[in-house]
C-alpha cells in the first residue's frame, strides 16, 4: 500500500514511512493512494470474529509490503488483549435501536487506547527491524497524553515527551500520566496553557537540530496509524447489529475530525453507513461547516468535554481531499486561504454531497449536562459529557428510527467528575480495578517555563533513555 499527501507535492511513502513521518514535506496529510473495498460476502464472514481477528483482516492491506501477516497478527493480539471487557468494544443499549459502543475499557478509559495501544507495538517493531530510535513529543490537554505514554512505556526504542499545561488538567487526566515510571518516560508541565504546548510542538517538528539526528515522530491523529486503528471498531459495531445486511448508523463526538473520518472510511471500505453524525461541543468548526458550508475559525471555549475544545480539526483536510476529487492543488489552495485568516466555503455541490452522508449538531455545556441526567434518568447508565454529547447529537439529527444507532462512547465517566457533578447524578463513580490507587501513586513531572529552548534543551539531555542524545 501507498501513501500520498493531500497537498498533492510530497512523495508517496510506503507504510512503515507513514508510520514514521508526521505531516508531508508539502505540509499536507497521509492517505492511501487507494482505498482497499471489501465485498458484502467478505464482510459477512468476518460475524463472530474475535476483535484482534477482525481487526487483521480490516487493517491488513493498509500494512501489505510492510509486515507480514504472522507478524501482524501477534501485534494486534497483543493489542487488544491489554483491554479490561473480553469484547473490547461492547456494545450497551440505551434505548430501542439506540446503542453506545464503549470504546473506554482500554488502560486510560478513552477511545485514543485503541489506536495508541498499536501504535507503540508498530513503531517498536518497525524501529527494530531498522535499527533505530526515535523521540516523540506530544502536547497534550488530557487523553492524548496518557494514551501514547501507555502505549509507549515498553517501546525499547521509543522516548516519549509529552507536554500538558501545568495546572491545567484535570488530577485524574495528570496522573494518569505522572505515575507511569520508566527511563524512557518524560512528563513535562508547561508553565503556559494548552496552544502553548501544541506551539512547541509544531516548532520543534520545524526546527529538529536539538534532536542531533534523532527522527521525531507524532502520535496525533495526523498520524495515519491512529486513523487506521479507529476503522475497526465501525465494523465490529456493525456486525454486531446485523451488518452487512442491514446498515448502521453512527454518531460520534468530535474535535480533530479523527474518529469520524475512520467512519467515513469504513464506509468507503464496503460498510453500508448510513448516516454519520458530527456531534461537537460549542468549539463548532465542524458543525459551521456542515450545516452552512462555512469554515472559520473562531476563538477557543473552554468546555466541560474539554478533549474536543479546538478551533479547527486537522483531519478535516482528509475528507476535503476526497470531495474535491483528490485534488491536492486544490487543497493547498484551500488551506493555504485558511492560514491567511480567511476562512472558506467549498463548491456548492461539493458541500452537498458530503451532506448526503453527514449530519451535525453543536451541543453546549447545559444541553450535555441535561443529557447526563436524562439518560441516568432512563437507563442508570452514567455517560462521560463527550459521550452524552454524541447522544444528543443522535437524538436531534436521526433520520431512520428502523436504522440502528451508534453513538461512540469515547470515554469513560470517571474521567470527568466535574460534569458528572455538574449534571446532578448522584450516583458514585469508582476508578476501575487497575486504577483505584490512583490517587495514591507517587508522580513524576517536570516543570518548566513556556519557553521552547528551555524545553528542546531538556529532551537533547534525556531523549536516550534518560541520556544525552
Ligand atoms: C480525543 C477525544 C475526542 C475527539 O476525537 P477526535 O478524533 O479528535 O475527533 C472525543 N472524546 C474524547 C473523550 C477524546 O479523548
Redesign the pocket.
Known sequence: MRYISTRGQAPALNFEDVLLAGLATDGGLYVPECLPRFTQEEIASWAGLPYHELAFRVMRPFVAGSIPDADFKKILEETYGVFSHNAVAPLRQLNGNEWVLELFHGPTL???DFALQLLGRLLDYTLEKRGERVVIVGATS???GSAAIEGCKHCENVDIFILHPHNRVSEVQRRQMTTIFGENIHNIAIEGNFDDCQEMVKNSFADQSFLKGTRLVAVN?INWARIMA?IVYYFHAALQLGGPARSVSFS??????????AGYLARNMGLPINQLIVATNRNDILHRFMSGNQYVKETLHATL?P??D?MV?S?FERLLFDLHGRNGAAIAGLMDNFKQGGGFSVEQERWTEARKLFDSLAVDDAQTCETIAEVFEQTGEVL?P??AIGVKAARECRRSLDIPMVILG??HPV?FPDAVEKAGVGKALELPAHLSDLFEREERCTVLPNDLKAVQAFVSQHGNRGKPL
Open positions: 478513552a477511545f485514543k488530557g487523553d492524548t491523529s479507529q460520534v463526538p468530535t474535535g480533530n475530525f479523527g474518529d469520524i473520518f468535554s478533549s474536543m479546538i480539526s483531519n462521560d463527550h459521550t469515547t470515554a474521567k
